[in-house]
T-cell receptor, first 115, second 114 residues
Framework: AQTVTQSQPEMSVQEAETVTLSCTYD???????LFWYKQPPSRQMILVIR??????QNATENRFSVNFQKAAKSFSLKISDSQLGDAAMYFC????????????FGTGTRLTIIP | ETGVTQSPTHLIKTRGQQVTLRCSSQ?????VSWYQQALGQGPQFIFQ???????GRGNFPPRFSGLQFPNYSSELNVNALELDDSALYLC?????????????FGPGTRLLVL
């Protein structure tokens, strides 16, 4: 079974600075998808960024980018120019490319933005 | 906003009761997945429905059951509620045709079992 580990329960960053959230995963599969979701206090899980394992190029979405290291099974999220609205729980998730589409989530990292 | 809606937003039940939670998927999405998120934890997969059939189930007992309707909306039913069932219940929709690997979540239903 696949597992996802987020080793940083809490992180904080000064507004306008850069922060990196860590995620590692364990799988024997070669084809899969990885995601970062954001969950603000409103509870709704919002997709931040996704990465296909077969792509070597790291995904980027505006201020959000990932460092995907397939051999190391590492998938970190970098947030540049942090804004107050970035404060939330961030979850890393894994989805196999085979079978049903279930997501396996990590335990989350709470990100605080310091004004 | 993802276009995925859930009702009710909050619910309080007592042990032994039964509850039904509802989810309307995003337009064009035929797959609905349900997750349970205990306080301070990541979501755990309950089950998934694709075109009205169950398409995978997580490690949850049979008293957790579901349905998907022809319009692809879905229900999660929990019988014989236990205190540990208190959690945020999330549904997510997706479509194999349009970036099906990505699931879009609703706002969740907060269930409290007393």
């Amino acid at each position: 079974a696949q597992t996802v580990t987020q080793s940083q329960p809490e992180m904080s960053v000064q507004e306008a600075e850069t922060v990196t959230l860590s995620c590692t995963y364990d799988t024997s599969e070669s084809d899969y998808y990885l995601f970062w979701y954001k969950q603000p206090p409103s509870r709704q899980m919002i997709l931040v960024i996704r990465q296909e394992a077969y792509k070597q190029q790291n995904a980027t979405e505006n201020r959000f980018s990932v460092n995907f290291q397939k051999a190391a099974k590492s998938f970190s999220l970098k947030i540049s120019d942090s804004q107050l609205g970035d404060a939330a729980m961030y979850f890393c998730a894994y989805r196999s490319a085979q079978g049903n589409e279930k997501l396996t989530f990590g335990t989350g990292t709470r990100l605080t933005i310091i004004p | 906003e993802t276009g995925v809606t859930q009702s009710p937003t909050h619910l309080i039940k007592t042990r032994g009761q039964q509850v039904t939670l509802r989810c309307s998927s995003q337009s064009g999405h035929n797959t609905v997945s349900w997750y349970q998120q205990a306080l301070g934890q990541g979501p755990q997969f309950i089950f998934q429905y694709y075109r009205e059939e169950e398409n995978g189930r997580g490690n949850f007992p049979p008293r957790f059951s579901g349905l998907q309707f022809p319009n692809y909306s879905s229900e999660l039913n929990v019988n014989a509620l236990e205190l540990d069932d208190s959690a945020l219940y999330l549904c997510a929709s997706s479509s194999p045709r349009a970036g099906g690997e990505t699931q879009y979540f609703g706002p969740g239903t907060r269930l409290l079992v007393l």
